[in-house]
């Protein structure tokens, strides 16, 4: 089975930064696309950005694009979430997504693992 297990979540001012880490077990971690989902209060689950099998290609939404940065390390079997310039509508809960096919795309539809979740909350 697939686990996947988070950090780096907490309280921030806005301005600041945070760094999300997702640490992957339980397949072959190179081989599948990564991503982050968050949730806000009351709203529906958003698509943050998502990021290949190799990390050559990269997709962000548009309301985090040029502020957040994903990146993996597959050594390590790790993805991180690099935030800045936070905003207090960046407040969610944070997920991380694994893909279900081998060297697929990270489109929103092949996200089908998911980690616990963490909380980021920008305070204004």
């Known amino acids: 089975q697939v686990q996947l297990v988070e950090s780096g979540g907490g309280l921030v001012q806005a301005g600041g930064s945070l760094r999300l880490s997702c640490a992957a077990s339980g397949r072959t971690f190179s081989a599948y696309a990564m991503g982050w989902f968050r949730q806000a209060p009351g709203k529906e689950r958003e698509f943050v950005v998502g990021i290949n099998w190799s990390g050559g290609s990269t997709y962000y939404a548009d309301s985090v694009k040029g502020r957040f940065t994903i990146s993996r390390d597959n050594a390590k079997n790790t993805v991180y979430l690099q935030m800045n310039s936070l905003k207090p509508e960046d407040t969610a809960v944070y997920y991380c997504?694994?893909?279900?096919?081998?060297?697929?795309?990270?489109?929103?539809?092949?996200?089908?693992?998911w980690g616990q979740g963490t909380q980021v909350t920008v305070s204004s």
């Open positions: 997504a694994g893909g279900k096919r081998r060297f697929n795309a990270p489109v929103v539809d092949d996200f089908g693992y």
